[in-house]
């Protein structure tokens, strides 16, 4: 059986009376990609917040490898790298001695962290700036630097909150590359954020917050063909009468020689579409489909698209 | 104990004041050099003796004092803020680090900024007007012990504040009126007697004394009132600061 990662249970938070977190319930299992889905203000934040101690829970349990966030505070933030949403700013030190005071919080000497340090300013593209302070770093870079915080105790549990805001394409691409990569060799990643296209390329599993409650969980792919509706569009050479007897079973709408379907699979069904219509003799010109996402996922819960 | 932890957070408290001495060590030793100057040689002709000692001797231990209580509590205030402000407060609350090791490091800094500067004006008035020093352990001590008091106090105000505004009011409205009027520059017998019965209840009052006793054998205060009373405020204040570092008020939600 895998054992759980972080095990979230009943979690309920409130600020000034409104409720951020009502009866959350999330299991990550160890080496699970997670992503942690919703628009601003959802309470994704607040959920890891309160995971790595910086907010505190009205009600509810938190664990991570089974022992509990507050009574053995020590063992479980060892456990976990964040990299915090909000850039962070020193203007007294370079950033290779910050990475070394970072590690030093975790009980890691300057020695002992040096090798670390090092390897994750090559990978992340950070070693000929090390002797910089954090001001002299572009936004891309400071956002490396945050990444590069937060693995240098080498955590089971990295943690990250909105890690390609406001990053550019390029950088996004090599980041979810490096994600990837870490997962590969074992981590586990807890990753928020409100980029659908993220949490679909890179998460074996999600969560979908809103308005402080998970409205459903499950692997993308699942959620999107139980929940997600895709479109098939088929242009024919001409119209056959004999056709809406054959595609009865199918939710279609017919405008002259163009068919369009509704269907959950848009990669199932097409199949099984254009070998109806072919075996009728009919001709088809082109076929085009439109993908379903996390996007009409969310859609079809909540009524509203996710960044709206 | 996270040791490796707490050194760590220590040693970045005591390398942030060190790598901007300019503004954290030299002040303190020029505006102390020109109250010396100034107040010193030009008063002194004017002024009599206080308690059989000329007043530029007279008023050095006060500098002393001020040195101390104003770096050590700033240090400690300035660094809260500033990682409250600029978001760096998260990488120590996340880390496995206890309230006491948090409380401890910031103290332990402050602390240190408050020694330097204050037995560095102990040193300028060795070398610019000879002062005597009676018992140079003791008021080393009470350096020490001042310092440890008002970097805690500094930790409390720089956790309770929202902003420098609040923080510079904390300071100007209350720590500079109570170290004047804890008599730096003058013998509490100088004053109306109500006023002296109103420094009784300053505690700045007797720390001024307690060292001013160990430098030139003279005080205001008995000594031991002075010693007691410094020793005791170090304490109200630590624990304060670790008590409210513990409840996590204004850092986390």
Redesign the interface.
């Known amino acids: 059986m895998t054992t759980s990662a972080v095990k979230i249970q009943k979690l309920s938070k409130s ?1 000034n009376g409104s409720e951020a977190l009502s009866n959350v319930d999330i299991t990550i299992l160890d080496g699970q990609f997670f992503g942690l889905l919703g628009p601003n203000g959802a309470g994704k934040s607040t959920t890891i ?1 309160i995971l ?5 829970k009205d009600s509810g349990n938190i664990a991570v490898f089974g022992k509990d966030i507050e009574k053995e ?3 479980t ?2 456990q ?1 790298g ?1 990299a ?1 949403q ?5 203007w ?2 370079p950033i290779e001695k910050l990475l070394q ?2 590690a ?6 300057p020695k002992n962290a040096k090798e670390r340090i090092e390897e994750l300013l090559n990978r992340l593209g950070l070693w000929k700036k090390r002797k910089s302070r954090l001001r002299q770093l572009s936004g891309g870079m400071k956002r490396r630097y945050q990444i590069a ?1 937060a693995l240098v105790h080498d955590p089971k549990i990295i943690i990250l909150d909105e890690p390609t805001a406001g990053v550019d394409v390029e950088l996004r691409h090599e980041l979810w590359d490096y994600l990837r990569q870490l997962h590969q060799q074992g981590k586990t990643i807890l990753l928020t954020t409100h980029y659908i296209e993220e949490a679909e390329l890179l998460c074996e599993y999600v969560s979908i917050i809103h308005k402080g409650k998970v409205i459903t969980e499950g692997a993308p792919k699942n959620l999107i063909s139980q929940l997600g509706k895709a479109g098939i569009t088929v242009h024919l050479t001409k119209w056959d009468d004999t056709l809406p007897a054959l595609l009865q079973s199918y939710s279609y709408t017919q405008n002259n020689s163009q068919l369009h379907f509704t269907v959950k699979d848009a990669e199932t069904e097409i199949s099984k579409i254009i070998s109806l219509i072919s075996k009728n003799g009919c001709q088809i010109q082109r076929v085009e489909t439109t993908k379903s996402s996390l996007e009409d996922v969310f859609l079809s819960l909540t009524g509203r698209g996710i960044n709206e | 104990m996270n040791w490796i932890g707490l050194w760590t957070l220590t040693s970045r408290e005591v390398g942030r004041f060190f790598s901007v001495y300019r503004q954290t060590i030299l002040p303190g030793l020029i505006s102390s050099a020109l109250y010396i100057l100034i107040f010193g040689f030009t008063l002194q002709q004017r002024i009599a003796e206080i308690n059989g000692v000329p007043y530029t001797l007279f008023i050095l231990p006060g500098l002393i004092m001020m040195n101390t209580l104003t770096n050590a509590s700033s240090n400690t205030a300035s660094s809260m803020l500033q990682m409250k402000l600029l978001q760096q407060l998260p990488d120590i609350l996340t880390a496995p680090l206890s309230s006491l090791e948090i409380s401890l490091a910031y103290i332990i800094g402050g602390t240190v900024r408050g020694f330097v500067n204050g037995t560095l004006v102990l040193l300028l008035g060795v070398l610019l007007i000879g002062l005597p020093v009676s018992s140079p352990i003791f008021s080393l001590g009470y350096i020490f012990i001042v310092a440890w008091t008002f970097s805690s106090m500094g930790l409390l105000l720089g956790q309770l504040a929202d902003s420098w505004d609040q923080l510079a009011m904390m300071q100007n409205f209350f720590l500079t009126p109570l170290s004047f009027l804890g008599g730096i520059f003058y013998s509490i017998k100088m004053l109306p007697e109500w006023a002296q019965v109103l420094s009784f209840f300053n505690p700045i009052y007797y720390m001024i004394n307690g060292i001013r006793f160990t430098i030139l054998g003279i005080s205001d205060s008995p000594p031991i009132i002075s010693f007691w009373m410094a020793l005791t405020m170090a304490l109200i204040f630590f624990f304060s600061a670790v008590a409210l570092m513990k409840s996590g008020r204004k850092i986390k939600l």
């Open positions: 600020y917040n790595t101690g910086l907010v505190r505070y020590r063992f933030r060892s976990i964040t915090q909000e850039l962070s700013i020193d007294f030190f005071y970072q030093g919080y975790y009980g890691i000497s915080k």
